[in-house]
């Protein structure tokens, strides 16, 4: 592109995208991204990319959203790729997977990139081309040419040989791992070409839309796949040593105490009787204590574990934490979530969560919890209920809510589900939160502002 020619109005709109995705980017990272271009110019675009990421991206978990979304708004070509320019005649898939196999044998990442582009324009297209409804998909590429098995033919051009390594075998098993990195390099090539081609077809505002993950703290819990759950968990001990820095921070502050008059007025005596620097009561330092209770059913037990890991990494700031799994049978799992690296899992193997079905069910399981753990709580109690109150029509059991309620210090109701979608279908959320303080946590962000601003130090 040219050097001038729509750069600022280019820039606000890759900012604008960036931010749609949970960059938290503003006018000032605007204008020093603005200043960075300037000073790099666009001859270097890896230079450029890194000096614009310096600029923007703040913490982890961005990187990879400001990544594809760069390659929309700065690509580094446009149009038919050169590589697919010069080929004689169409390509099969058999030619395709000769050519990848090439490729990994020989670790040449820009012969990779050359091969994704042929791929994405011999097998990618999709819909009408030319018009609004046409476009290339990187799922239907890499269904056709199956890039996996390839592995086994360019470890035997590589001399790898063609079975599993055999023990012991390191050289081996190392040049194992290599194809298998490029093999993952080649995919999100694919995707990154098949992204650049449809953003020229249907405007790079609708791709980066649809087809740029956001960053991992803006990821729906209940929509999250196996990857991004996998990511989620990775971010929990960092996420907790920020969490923990702002608790620790609030506590101080909590304190203070009321001002003691006696001391103030006795210090001011020498301020000619102007109370200049009030003094604070010291009250009785202490940690609350923490419960929680957690739907492990479907999709919500992403969430829950998630949020059960992270409770863990900041049990230090808290006198106890006792932790209680349900789908309709309340079963205390403290010592469970204490070890294990997957929460939900480990509960629904080893704790009795459910009775004679195997569907949600919240009145069962708090009058489980009314009847059977109520001790757990004390005056210096708080309670966290965490779940989406779908009940598949079951009885709502608010006096047992109630008595949960009268017992704890605060109660408060975290729900993953959009607070648009509460009271619809099976869900009577709006009915529990005329008992207790709900609160809309359907991502990492949500939890986290939850974390550091209401719950109590």
């Known amino acids: 592109m040219n050097e001038t020619e729509g750069l600022p109005q280019r820039l606000v709109e890759f900012v604008g995208a960036l931010r749609s995705k949970g960059v938290p980017a503003g006018t000032s990272e605007t204008v020093d991204a603005a200043r960075v271009a300037s000073v790099l110019g666009f001859d270097d675009r890896t230079l450029l990319r890194e000096g614009l990421a310096s600029a923007l991206v703040r913490r982890g978990g961005q990187r990879d959203v400001f990544d594809m979304t760069f390659d929309l708004y700065f690509p580094a070509g446009v149009g038919t790729p050169e590589a697919v320019q010069e080929l004689d005649e169409a390509v099969s898939i058999q030619d395709l997977r000769d050519l990848l196999t090439m490729s990994l044998a020989d670790g040449d990442l820009r012969t990779l990139e050359q091969v994704a582009e042929i791929a994405v324009d011999a097998l990618g297209e999709v819909g009408a081309p030319g018009t609004q409804t046409g476009g290339w998909s990187a799922f239907q ?17 590589r001399g790898g040989g063609s079975g599993a390594p055999a023990p012991g075998d390191v050289t081996q098993r190392i040049e194992r791992d290599e194809v298998r990195r490029l093999v993952e390099a080649f995919r999100q090539m694919v995707a990154a070409e098949a992204r650049r081609r449809t953003a020229e077809v249907r405007g790079r505002d609708v791709v980066t839309r649809h087809a740029v993950r956001p960053s991992t703290d803006h990821v729906d819990f209940l929509s999250a796949n196996r990857q ?59 940690k609350p ?103 598949n029509n079951q009885p709502a059991n608010l006096d047992a ?22 009271g619809l279908g099976d869900s009577i959320a709006p009915l529990y939160a005329e008992v207790v303080e709900m609160h809309e946590c359907a991502t990492v962000d949500q939890l986290s502002r939850f974390v550091s601003r209401l719950l109590p130090v």
């Open 228 to 286: 991004q759950l996998e990511e989620l968990r990775a971010s929990v001990r960092p996420l907790a040593r920020r969490l923990a820095t702002r608790l620790a921070a609030r506590r101080r502050r909590a304190r203070r105490g009321r001002i003691d008059v006696r001391r103030t007025m006795r210090r001011a005596m020498g301020t000619g009787g102007v109370p200049l620097e009030p003094v604070f009561e010291r009250p009785r330092q202490s």
């Open 289 to 391: 204590e923490l419960v929680l209770l957690c739907d492990v059913s479907g999709s919500v037990s992403g969430f829950s574990s998630f949020t059960m890991l992270l409770v863990r990494a900041l049990s230090d700031q808290f006198t106890r934490v006792r932790v209680f799994a349900f789908v309709n049978a309340m079963a205390e799992v403290t010592d469970i979530v204490k070890e294990a690296d997957d929460p939900s899992r480990a509960i629904t193997e080893q704790a009795r969560i459910t009775k004679w079905h195997t569907s949600s069910d919240y009145g069962e399981a708090l009058a489980d919890f009314a009847e059977d753990h109520l001790d757990a709580i004390g005056p210096r109690t708080s309670v966290l209920i965490l779940g989406d109150a779908r009940n």
């Open 401 to 422: 809510l109630h008595r949960i309620g009268e017992r704890a210090k605060r109660v408060f109701w975290l729900n993953p589900e959009h607070e648009s979608r509460w």
């Open 141 to 157: 590429t890499l269904d056709r040419l199956q890039p996996q098995t390839t592995l086994v033919a360019a470890m035997a051009a």
